[in-house]
């Protein structure tokens, strides 16, 4: 099973380049942030927790997030492979995804990281921010909030993984098709 994680920042295009990795090389789409505002459209009980957390620009705690990618790794159980994207933000996380996926025999193959630096992810999650009607992308205050959870939280995951010799850096800057395409080599030799 081809299990990935695609890393990286609020805006570094995670999004738009997971659809293409979804399609090539046939895998589920895991998207905690998705899945959650699913959960929060929907009015569940874990959606108005992870609301009131998501409202804040913190992330939704540990044992929420793990609970519910057990439930769409078993409901998923047929796949090819699954790209995770927005997970796992914390060291904590990344451990327990590692020993989730390792009893089960499916490891993490490796991990994509999209470069960006911190002036062009506020301008892409701002713009975003006009078509997404998604209100913790449209407050200039709240988006550079959640850029710096991800330096001081999450960028962590990053050196995690690049000592267990799987993180792969990949810049997020410049055509879509030329970060496709260096996406599409690494994944080659995964």
């Known amino acids: 099973m081809l299990n990935i994680i695609l890393f990286g920042p609020p805006g570094a295009g995670k999004g738009t380049q997971s659809q293409f990795l979804i399609e090539k090389y046939q895998l589920i789409h895991i998207s905690t942030g998705d899945v959650l505002r699913a959960e929060m459209n929907a009015g569940t009980e874990l959606g108005l927790k992870a609301k009131a957390f998501m409202e804040q620009g913190v992330l939704v705690p540990d044992e929420v997030v793990i609970g519910m990618i057990d439930a769409k790794l078993k409901e998923s159980s047929n796949a090819q492979g699954v790209i995770f994207d927005g997970f796992p933000r914390t060291i904590p996380q990344a451990q327990?995804?590692?020993?989730?996926?390792e009893s089960k025999g499916?490891?993490?193959r490796g991990v994509l990281g999209l470069e960006v630096n911190e002036i062009e992810l506020v301008k892409r999650v701002l713009e975003r921010g006009k078509t997404s009607g998604r209100a913790d992308d449209q407050n200039e205050e709240l988006v550079q909030k959640r850029v710096s959870e991800y330096n001081t939280k999450t960028k962590a995951v990053a050196d995690y993984y690049a000592a267990k010799g799987k993180?792969?850096?990949?810049?997020?800057?410049?055509e879509i098709e030329n970060i496709k395409k260096d996406l599409f080599e690494i994944m080659n030799k995964i």
């Open 96 to 101: 327990a995804l590692d020993a989730l996926l």
């Open 106 to 108: 499916q490891p993490i």
């Open 167 to 174: 993180y792969h850096s990949v810049n997020g800057i410049g």
